[in-house]
């Protein structure tokens, strides 16, 4: 079988990668070309994304992957985390740095625009999590406070159409990035117009909608000259991170649940359709585009950015290794300190272990004292919820979870999926951790017509990495501290 090479551009909230793929006799192998840091940017109060700098990076890795490793990609495709988006002129340029999800200009967003539209109509024109910084909220704040930026907008592109846009010079939104924006009706890739009237956004944002696996277009003879390349095809992979990475969730078969955890933890289950309901409104849960017509219904936790700030708030101290952490926690007392990982004051608290802190403090509990108290205090209280979410679909679904897998960089963390497959009694198969870049890769090979379907792609995952399976464990007393658990987060 001919060797096929593909390149995907994985973008994270705090870091970027290149990965090379190369696909043989039914095997993918993956290469990392080119790593490098993202960071909110903090300008007069407000916060970025330098996505010029973004850019540098990914034709560098282009350029690396050419004349580092001497291969030619057929093409390359893009995911990033959801949300976010760039303003483009009528010129065809930016409009400014695009802001970033965390800044906190929306942070009365959504109560300010349930005075327009209800909650319960905003869910079910939308069927979409509430989350203050969703896109919907964020345009809604800058209409209020009349950003000028909106006055001369032509098109609204999500972060990874902004990255293609720059490769090609072609607008188009991808389906599964464009869902996470609580502006498209559920389960279709069409602008749910209602939405764009209540919060006053200019009609002519809503730009042309493409399914993932759509081939957009080849690179500018600019990109060419900068990074050596020939004719390489942009794809429009599953350009959301979790929708790429649930594209390589190696299931078979059975009731089963995922967990993509990295910065959030998005936990839920591939759905045929959207589930939009009053019972799904009150546990506030999300129907975001996948593959293939499928709903990935799901919450979004917030996950990893809990110990990820702590750990940069220690390492101004000493550096850590993630090994020292959660070392430092297995020695830790389990459950004498809980929290609820998704109170809004752990957005972007500034300061992560103060945080924490202080809302121990605040619900009547013991406060950790040191880095282990800490993060047992963050892994206890990540697999509680997750146990919490678990339940939830259960209930709406009617239908028991047999199983739960773990992709993405969480996975590597092996007490932190014993203690879930402990809480959850059902076993937790765990990998792989390059679960996004996988995603976008099988999407570029689906689009180039080298793969034909989702389950051809699972398939290809299970022969082509390796996972590692976390059996239940007899030991602590989950229910017990469950119950604790439920009464916190009921109160909070």
């Not at 309901?277 to 129907?287: A, C, G």
Request: aromatic fraction near 10%.
């Amino acid at each position: 079988m001919k060797k096929n090479n593909f390149l995907a551009f994985d973008l994270g909230a705090s870091s970027g990668r290149a990965i090379l793929g190369i696909f043989e006799n039914g095997k993918l192998e993956l290469k990392e070309v080119h790593r490098f840091k993202n960071e909110m940017t903090l300008i007069h109060g407000s916060f970025y994304w330098n996505i010029f700098s973004l850019f540098d990076e990914l034709k560098e890795a282009l350029r690396k992957c050419i004349s580092d490793y001497y291969t030619q990609p057929q093409s390359f495709g893009v995911d990033t985390w959801g949300v976010d988006y760039s303003l483009i002129n009528k010129q065809g340029q930016l409009v400014g740095l695009p802001f970033a999800y965390r800044d906190h200009r929306t942070d009365n967003a959504m109560n300010d625009f349930f005075r327009i539209l209800s909650r319960e109509e905003t869910y079910m024109l939308s069927g979409i999590q509430f989350l203050q910084f969703n896109t919907l909220f964020q345009l809604f704040a800058s209409v209020q406070q009349k950003y000028p930026g909106l006055e001369i907008a032509e098109k609204l592109l999500f972060t990874p159409d902004t990255i293609n846009f720059l490769f090609t010079g072609i607008t188009s939104n991808e389906y599964t990035i464009a869902s996470t924006s609580q502006l498209l009706k559920p389960g279709k890739p069409e602008w749910e117009i209602k939405l764009f009237e209540a919060a006053g956004i200019p009609d002519n944002l809503r730009g042309e909608i493409v399914q993932p696996g759509t081939i957009i277009g080849n690179v500018l003879p600019e990109i060419k000259e900068q990074t050596g390349s020939g004719d390489i095809s942009c794809v429009a992979v599953a350009s959301h991170d979790t929708a790429s990475a649930i594209v390589s969730v190696p299931a078979d078969e059975g009731n089963w649940a995922y967990i993509s955890s990295g910065t959030w933890s998005l936990l839920g289950i591939e759905s045929q359709v959207p589930l939009v309901s009053e019972k799904s409104l009150e546990m506030n849960f999300t129907n975001e585009g996948g593959v293939e017509g499928t709903t990935r219904f799901l919450k979004n936790i917030m996950g990893m950015w809990l110990i990820q700030e702590c750990k940069r708030i220690w390492d101004k101290e000493n550096e850590m290794s993630w090994q020292d952490i959660v070392d430092l926690s297995n020695n830790a007392e389990p459950f004498k300190y809980l929290i609820n990982p998704d109170d809004p004051v752990f957005l972007n608290p500034g300061n992560m272990p103060e945080a924490i802190m202080d809302y121990c403090r605040r619900t009547n509990q013991p406060v950790p004292e040191n880095k282990g108290e800490i993060a047992r205090c963050i892994y206890d209280s990540l697999v509680l919820k997750y146990k919490y979410t678990i339940n939830q679909v259960e209930n709406i679904t009617g239908k028991k979870i047999e199983k739960l897998h773990i992709i993405g960089g969480g996975a590597n963390n092996e007490m932190l999926n014993q203690l879930t497959a402990d809480a959850l009694r059902i076993p937790v198969i765990a990998g792989p951790t390059e679960a996004t870049a996988i995603g976008n890769i099988m999407m570029q090979a689906r689009a180039l017509g080298i793969v034909n379907s989702l389950s051809e792609i699972r398939k290809i995952v299970r022969q082509s990495f390796d996972v590692k399976k976390y059996i239940p464990a007899a030991g602590l007393d989950w229910d017990k501290v469950f119950m604790r658990f439920e009464k916190l987060i009921s109160t909070d």
